[in-house]
């Protein structure tokens, strides 16, 4: 077998170039011949190898090599490849942007062989980067199937694996093993940090970031070029901050990814927020609700209008509490509409509104919008200025239920946060239906964790709490039992010793005498103590009931509510 015959059977290839192209007769023809002629005797003087690269067949795969951008600068293509061995035709070896892009393909661990083309055979195998073999690939190339996430997870032992998976990849394969690992550890987000020498990349999970390897920073760089191709940003521009999102299929299920990317002093800093759109709601149960709170949500689909207010800061879970209430709503006889940023889960049977601060389209206007569609049930993904909060209480009190979340500490300090905003309480005190406040614990890890008795300390805290609650809820009946868990750590749970989240709440529910209190302006401290007569439990105790049933940490409880002992 000749060479070439070696070459196109290696690369699998059907058809060529030159049997899909009607090559024009004639001058043409001739002109062609020379062109390719005089390219052979530039080789030879040069010490390359040519190659005739328009009658060469090309396998799609290899146009994913290198960007169209990046190739037509260059004026080169690969054409052959088995493994890291890699094969490519260029017009100028001196060409700069040709040498940049050998130099990084050696970082990438390619081997690389370089072939003279002429000028006109490079430019019509670069119009391949249009044709839709080429698109159709580049839509495939973000999906992962099921055996490649089996395999990978069956070689990522721990996340540290990562870092030499990712390095001896191309940017492409890199960046996809990073998208994997971060699905497989049920991270939020991902974060890629340069620093003087390198650059840190750190997984959120369950709230908490954890730093997974060092990246090598001539990696990064490549890896720079994939993200923000993937995500549609300016390549060239590396000063200003851009905005971007991409997206990947994942055991059939879509993951949006929200990318921002900010100039930092040793290079561009990139987030990845990951967004699993059709991940399961949670049943209030799951979330953590119990007690009469669990009551108080049950009975929320009971009322037909009034504000229903979710609280804490960001990464509390707001947003996930308020589409298991909406789902609640969901049904054939009402009209639900949503305005969101972003839209964190498809609702089948909900019309969801993605606002764009940009283009004016914001929560606001976009609220007095929706409310022109005679919907029953609202949800606006924050109420942070006057504007919105006139609207959404106007909104309430003219029969519509208004879901939202607000940055407050807890229930009860979201009355004067509203009244702060502008929104006088004549309004608030009408217009609000229940207020939800909540945080997420981490959950400890069931595979790993150890029993132990309490230590002393601890203990202080535990009974102070437990009498507390058993005043204000004698029915509850709480005892502290003589163990409770301790994490450790495993390879399920990526040695945190926590794996997965539970909320912790606190809810009140507006009655008459609470409103009557909004109205003559009484402190916030009067209206716990009323609230508190009526059985409520602050979320830190709704913490500390939940470190009992061994579910989280007194650790976790305190991290999150921001008390220390
Ligand atoms: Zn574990």
Known sequence: ??????????????????????????????????????????????????????????????????????????????????????????????????????????????LVNINLASESGIKEVLKLYDSDQYKVKKELETTYKEKDVEAYEK???????LKVQVESATSEEGLQLINMGAMKTGASDIHFEPEAKTVRVRFRIDGILHKVFELDSGIYKNLVNQIKYLSKMKLNVNNVPQDGRFSFDLNQRKIDVRVSDIPTQFGESFVFRLLDSE?????????????????????????????????????????????????????PESKIITLEDPIEYNLKGVSQSQINEKRGYNFADGLK???????????????????????????????HVV?????????????????????????????????????????????????????????????????????VRPDLKIEIPDKLPQPAGCDKCSHTGYSGRIAIHEIINMDYEIRDMILKEESSNNILLAVRRKGFITMREDGILKVLEGVTTLEEVFRVTGISN
């Open 1 to 110: 077998m000749t060479e070439d015959a070696k070459m196109k059977k290696a690369a699998g290839v059907s058809g060529d170039l030159k049997s899909q192209k009607t090559m024009s007769q004639g001058l043409e023809s001739i002109d062609r011949d020379y062109l390719e002629q005089a390219t052979l005797e530039k080789a030879k003087q040069l010490g390359l190898s040519y190659i005739d690269v328009a009658k060469s067949p090309i396998n799609p795969d290899l146009l994913k090599i290198l960007k169209p951008d990046t190739a037509k600068k260059a004026m080169m293509m690969p054409f052959f490849r088995i493994g890291k061995r890699i094969r490519i035709a260029l017009t100028d070896p001196e060409n700069p942007e040709a040498k940049r892009v050998l130099e990084e393909l050696k970082k990438q661990k390619y």
């Open 155 to 161: 070689e990522l032992i721990h996340l540290s694996d």
């Open 279 to 331: 991940k399961g709601l949670l049943s209030y149960q799951d979330m953590g609700f119990q007690h009469d709170y669990l009551k108080k949500m049950q009975n929320l689909t009971n009322s037909n209008h009034g504000m229903i207010l979710c609280t804490g800061p960001t990464g509390a879970g707001k947003t996930s509490t308020l589409y298991t209430v909406l789902n609640k709503f969901n049904s």
């Open 369 to 399: 919008s929706i409310l022109r569609q005679d919907p029953d049930v609202v949800m606006i993904g924050e109420i942070r200025d006057i504007d919105t909060a006139q609207t959404a209480s106007q909104a309430a009190l003219t029969g």
């Open 403 to 471: 879901l939202s979340t607000l940055h407050t500490n807890s229930a009860v300090e979201t009355i004067p946060r509203l009244i702060n905003m502008g929104l006088p309480p004549f309004m608030v005190a009408p217009s609000i239906h229940t207020i939800i406040a909540q945080r997420l614990v981490r959950r400890v890890c069931e595979h790993c964790k150890v029993m132990r008795s309490i230590p002393e300390a601890e203990l202080k805290d535990i009974k102070n709490t437990v009498d507390a609650i058993n005043k």
